[in-house]
């Protein structure tokens, strides 16, 4: 099969930060027309997005997609809840694993694919200070490393 190419929207590198990622799932919005032009022109945020599951749904939360300038009457509000299309299978999964201790669903990117707009989501757990304390440290060793290794060669 080809493989399409992706055009990155938004990105959550905050996630990374704050959450161990254990699974991550592609998802389809459910967008109106001004917003989807409005998202073409790269102005999306998921900072302080989240998922919510509800009845037999998934939503999203708190994203920001900016007004379309052309959109006058037809934007809508900018952080409304957007429904997420996900599988029965995929969101019983979602359920159950937020059901457990300390994990939670978070948004990573917001791409194109093709002409349709995906997110990735994420089943994750929450990190200690410690652990992102740890995770500094390690990439920091990392790219020393990769500096001595680029200057011996």
């Known amino acids: 099969m080809k493989e399409h190419s992706q055009k990155?929207?938004?990105?959550?590198?905050?996630?990374?930060?704050?959450?161990?990622?254990?699974e991550t799932f592609q998802a389809g919005i459910a967008l109106s027309?001004?917003?989807?032009k409005s998202m073409r022109l790269g102005?999306?945020?998921?900072?302080?997005?989240f998922i919510r599951i509800e009845g037999g749904s998934a939503f999203i939360e708190g994203m920001h997609i900016s007004p379309y300038t052309h959109g006058n009457i037809f934007n809508s509000d900018p952080v409304r809840r957007r429904r997420l299309l996900l599988n029965r299978k995929e969101i019983n999964k979602l359920r159950a694993g937020i059901t457990q201790n300390g994990y939670t669903i978070v948004p990573i990117k917001?791409?194109?694919?093709?002409?349709?707009?995906?997110?990735?989501?994420?089943?994750?757990?929450?990190?200690?200070?410690?652990?992102k304390r740890e995770a500094i440290?390690?990439?920091?060793?990392d790219r020393d490393?990769?500096?001595q290794f680029a200057q011996r060669v």
């Open 8 to 22: 990155l929207i938004a990105q959550n590198k905050k996630a990374y930060h704050e959450y161990f990622i254990e």
């Open 110 to 131: 917001a791409y194109f694919s093709r002409c349709y707009v995906k997110i990735d989501i994420a089943l994750a757990k929450g990190k200690k200070l410690y652990d």
């Open 43 to 49: 102005r999306c945020n998921l900072k302080e997005s």
């Open 33 to 36: 027309g001004t917003e989807v």
């Open 145 to 147: 490393i990769q500096r």
């Open 137 to 141: 440290a390690k990439k920091t060793q």
